[in-house]
């Protein structure tokens, strides 16, 4: 079981920026997806953004543009740069990690969750 900690979360006002990280720790993890889910009230959790180890990206459509995922694989650590923050971008933000090869659902392993508030 991989155990994740992200940080970087809080209060901004539109138009602005946040980076968010998320850090995988245990016994060799093992991981071929990291990545990053959302979920605002009342909505189901949603894709944000995955990385693969060899390299392919996926980004929601309402994201493109605006976020920028990254990863560190020395750190096995992911990060997600979101600019150009809007309010419909409010939610708890979750990192999310493991093995299985696949960028159409998540894997096993998730982090406790960061909130995000985009506001005036």
């Known amino acids: 079981q991989v155990h994740l900690v992200e940080a970087g979360g809080g209060s901004v006002q539109p138009g602005g920026s946040l980076r968010l990280s998320c850090t995988a720790s245990g016994s060799r993890p093992n991981i071929y997806v990291m990545g990053w889910y959302r979920q605002a009230p009342g909505k189901q959790r949603e894709l944000v953004s995955l990385v693969t180890t060899d390299g392919r990206i996926k980004y929601a459509d309402s994201v493109k543009g605006r976020f920028t995922i990254s990863r560190d694989y020395a750190k096995n650590a992911v990060y997600l740069q979101m600019n150009s923050l809007k309010p419909e971008d409010t939610a708890v933000y979750y990192c999310?990690?493991?093995?299985?090869?696949?960028?159409?659902?998540?894997?096993?392993?998730w982090g406790q969750g960061t909130q995000v508030t985009v506001s005036q």
């Open positions: 999310n990690a493991g093995p299985l090869v696949t960028l159409t659902r998540p894997n096993d392993s």
